[in-house]
């Protein structure tokens, strides 16, 4: 029954913030609408691409989705607060071990995203127009533009959390040694995700993005044996 009481006491912390979470949320968004032409302009001068749009209504939507994007962006410290707050809360993850925690997967994640939008991006876009042709000309929509862009952005700072789950995962029981025998399966599983999370198959896109989560795998190993975080904790009461 525990497992259930933690799922509990996490949907019950998420329920709570969830009504001011999405309030916020909605008025950013419509904050940044009005600065989301500029926004627009940003990525697209960024990846040196021209824009078409294939129906009425395509613009519009492209402008709210990139508003949406930004306005999730910038609260994503926030709703990494929420999401500690929620599970590490059985676990006596208060205090300063939750202030340091959402600190840290916030860098994480707006560090993993800068390194998909400076260096990732580019080189994929890049090697994928690299086959046009004087026959083939690329002809780019704005709304497949903003999904591909934002929805990589995303995911790239996402996965970039990956230690700071590794740590918490050894502070209420989870053994070093789980993820030190579990090697090879943690290589393929970053394999696999590199494969598809890119915006190109080619290895050296794959490498961007799997190099420095194997990285990222590791450092969490070292943390945990260098603080020793794996021995010794126990679930605290709620």
């Known amino acids: 029954m525990e497992p ?4 509990a006491v996490f949907l019950a912390q998420c329920r709570r913030s969830a009504r001011m979470l999405g309030l ?4 950013l968004t419509v904050g940044l609408f009005f600065l989301s032409t500029n926004l627009l302009g940003f990525l697209q001068g960024h990846l040196n691409e021209k824009l ?8 519009f939507l492209s402008h709210v ?20 707050k929620g599970i590490g809360l059985p676990f006596g993850l ?18 993993g995203s800068l390194f998909c939008f400076l260096v990732t991006l580019p080189y994929g876009v890049s090697f994928l127009l690299g086959f046009q042709s004087a026959e083939l000309k690329p002809v780019i929509s704005v709304d497949r533009f903003v999904n591909f862009v ?3 952005i995303l995911a790239f700072g996402l996965i970039f959390e990956l230690p700071v789950f590794m ?15 579990n090697r090879r ?26 190099g420095p989560l194997y990285l990222l795998y590791e450092a969490g190993i070292l943390v945990i044996r260098v603080f020793r975080l794996d021995e010794k904790r126990r679930p605290a009461e709620v």
């Open 4 to 7: 259930y009481r933690h799922i």
């Open 24 to 27: 916020t949320l909605a008025l």
């Open 52 to 59: 078409y749009f294939f129906s009425v209504a395509a613009p």
């Open 65 to 84: 989705k990139i508003s949406f994007f930004g306005a999730l962006y910038l609260l994503m410290p926030w709703i990494m607060y929420i999401l500690w």
């Open 94 to 111: 208060r205090g300063s071990k939750l202030f340091w925690f959402v600190l840290t997967t916030s860098i994480l994640f707006y560090s």
């Open 150 to 152: 934002t929805l990589f």
């Open 167 to 181: 740590i918490f995962s050894a502070g209420v029981g989870v053994s070093r040694k789980v993820f030190e025998k």
């Open 185 to 210: 399966y943690a290589i393929l599983v970053i394999a696999i995700l590199a494969a598809l999370l890119t915006p190109t198959p080619d290895i050296m896109n794959m490498a961007l993005m799997g």
